[in-house]
Nanobody
Framework: QVNLVESGGGLVQPGGSLRLSCAASGFTLDYYAIGWFRQAPGKEREGVSCITSSGGNTYYADSVKGRFTISRDNAKNTVYLQMNSLEPEDTAVYYC??????????????????????WGQGTQVTVSS
């Protein structure tokens, strides 16, 4: 069975940090671009950060640039999103997604997500004092 499972969400105070993990089962992430997306209540889904299969190209939304870092550990079949200096505006359900089309530009995946093969079920991140 093919699955993407997110973990690491929770409640954190403004200025705090969380690390989200996206673990794949039933397939290997080596050949997939991976993206992190989020959706807050009443808002559209937003591409937060994406990384190509090689790891050589990454994209960050302007709202998270300099605060979030995406990385991948293919040996562990896992992609991470390190989130620092969290703000209340970061509160959302965070989803990871996998694109096996060989997409070359992470920005395309995050903005247009034209070829998503798998979505995770999401993990809640709440930033509040």
């Amino acid at each position: 069975q093919v699955n993407l499972v997110e973990s690491g969400g929770g409640l954190v105070q403004p200025g705090g940090s969380l690390r989200l993990s996206c673990a794949a089962s039933g397939f290997t992430l080596d050949y997939y671009a991976i993206g992190w997306f989020r959706q807050a209540p009443g808002k559209e889904r937003e591409g937060v950060s994406c990384i190509t299969s090689s790891g050589g190209n990454t994209y960050y939304a302007d709202s998270v640039k300099g605060r979030f870092t995406i990385s991948r550990d293919n040996a562990k079949n896992t992609v991470y999103l390190q989130m620092n200096s969290l703000e209340p505006e970061d509160t959302a359900v965070y989803y990871c997604a996998a694109d096996g089309s060989g997409i070359a530009h992470a920005q395309t995946m995050c903005i247009m997500y034209p070829n998503i093969d798998y979505w995770g079920q999401g993990t809640q991140v709440t930033v509040s004092s």
